[in-house]
């Protein structure tokens, strides 16, 4: 085994517990002053490793092992906020790996031609400051400059710039950036993730190989029709936008079954008004979230929801809106990256298998500057993910690590990539 | 003209105002301060034509205008609570024609035969305690004798014991049974009520004679699935409780425009759990309100659509229970009341039509005990209520209290009523 898997289950476990909730399992969201307590401990860790440190002006937190050569980087991580009431693995799974990798290197004082770079993306998950991915989009320069003002935590109304001052860390809600990095800056980024499904789990297999991370489209529909009475008016003569809503509900699902590739659809938000039960429903907003693999279909479904809702607010004469909230295409993982991660996988005796990711990444803005490539951990309980009974075994996760080992070794040495 | 149209216009303005709501429109409810204030004007009125009044041990308000002989009295009315924002005529228009109708009677000092009685329901609307025709269901004995105590206001909390001591007009929480009236001590009921949809308004007539009221299936279905991750999870392996309540709310709408009658069928509310855009809903409720006036059809409508509901989460792999809430059969208007006031209206020189009522009314439970029948006014304004813009006009309320004013005379004349 290339690394330490005692220390790398206890440190999991050490990181993961911040943010317990009382309601059940972590509410760990960015810039909160639990993600600091488990930014410290991991910097700690990380000094103790002799990487060096640094937290760019939004939060990021990055570790170099240096190199032999002066070389661009090879980049390696994943995010440590949660949902509300997540559980303990998820992207934590990713940065804990990461840096199990360059203690263990460290202790076998290994010198890489290449630096190598562990990162952990900030707000990946968005629990409070809606958005998703938001570290790794900064670093992209896909975010607004002024951003950190109109941010506002959906909870509490708090502005992100406040959020980003009060964690006390250094960072400059007007620099944005300070954070950016360019396609040459490195060489090439690997995220280990969990999966959060069964896949890996019903073909009994602790790790896989990412070809493709689904595109998604997300956007909400609102439906604005007229109340009237339940009783008093006939079926013909309704504008009822709750009937609107529940029927594309239905057309989304429909859309995802029929698309002829694994396209997930889904509604999972539903807003009514003035949802009495007595009164047909003036207004009604639903959330789409489409994710597909293949450019050309990922692009028709959204063409052809929209077609289905023009046709029934013509039929019920009412009308609609849309509010895009992410729009990103599939990507498609590099081909030497993916090869070598198998490679890793057969040297290390683990089994694996190939996979699509449905569920988004930050890899995929990385993916947008240099090669990429992902690895997924089984989940176990089911394949739950984000809920306090999330699960991946201390086997499990130390195969990740050891795979990620032999891949980085492997990359580091590499002149280019294809 | 049988009666005085601008005392009875000035007074359904007076007491519509009380309950003026900031937010617009009227909220006057039952029990409250400002139904208060206008139940005590509309006692002062009853009063001064010379009624006797007496408020049951629930708060109905009756008043009695003698007949020559002691006999079951003849019994008008309906209420005057409103919806949350509601308008100024609704069941308020039944209740001020009511006593135009005993105030004209006096100033023309006619004896009936019989003595006529008219009423004013409590908490027809229901709006803070719900329910439903509290008032005229406390009449009947379809209240559990419990309900003062297990019945709490949706929006403080408030115990209906309470909300009865606090409005201070000698009602009975413990005494339900005081309020109960027999088959025998009434001879039949005429309700008048607005219509509350635009089929006069497009028939450019004022009054309708109903040939029936619907009957009203009003539940709740909560499916209960699994949560997961959008992207996660293959449509194939989800347990969707959004996807299922999203096909049944299709299926109610379906069933009502293929059941062969003018069957309306309604889902107004929607909650889901945990409602965020990119999980799979574990728990969805939505309500589901069917009116039909065929005893068979308003039957089928309910097995009809369980079983769809078994079918989708026979499928999907999920739970489903069922809660109930108002169960009313069809009720069919008596005959000879209906031909009475076809030709009151035609006496009067005012065009009318049949019509079937889907929206439910105090009638249906007086209805169990004696001969029933209704008029209904036309809506305004595209026929819309229980909104702020809710209106009859001043002619069309004269007229309509103008042939219940002939309705009566003929009623309280009668011996029987087949």
Redesign the interface.
Known sequence: MNINSDRLWDREQEVGEFGRDERGGISRFAWTQEYREAALALIKWMKEAGLKVRVDTVGNIYGRYEGSEDLPPVLMGSHFDTVPMGGKFDGLAGVMTALEVLVSMREKNIKPKRPIEMIAFINEEASQFLGGHFGSKAICNMLPMNFADISVDRNTGKVLRQAMVEYNMGLDPDNFAGSFIKAEDYFAFIELHI?????LLDADLPIAVIDDI?G?K?F?ITFNGE?????????K?RH?A??A???T??EV?RL??TSES?????????H?E????????NKAII???F?EARLDIWQRLYDDLIFFVENQCTNRNITYSVSS?INTEPCHCNDQLRKIIAESAEENNIPYMHMV????HDAMQMGRLFPMAMIFLRSSNG?????PNEYTTKEDLAAGADVLYTVIQKICNLDKVN
Chains 1, 2 share one sequence.
Do not use: F, W
């Open positions: 999966e959060q499904g069964k896949y689904a998604i997300q909400y109340s009237a009475h339940a009783g008093g008016m006939a079926m003569d009822d709750l009937a809503a529940a029927a509900a239905c699902e995802a079954l694994r396209t997930r659809g889904t509604v999972g938000y539903v009514v003035p949802g009495e039960h007595n009164i047909v429903a959330s789409v979230d994710r909230t990711s449905y569920p988004a394949g739950v993910s984000h809920c």
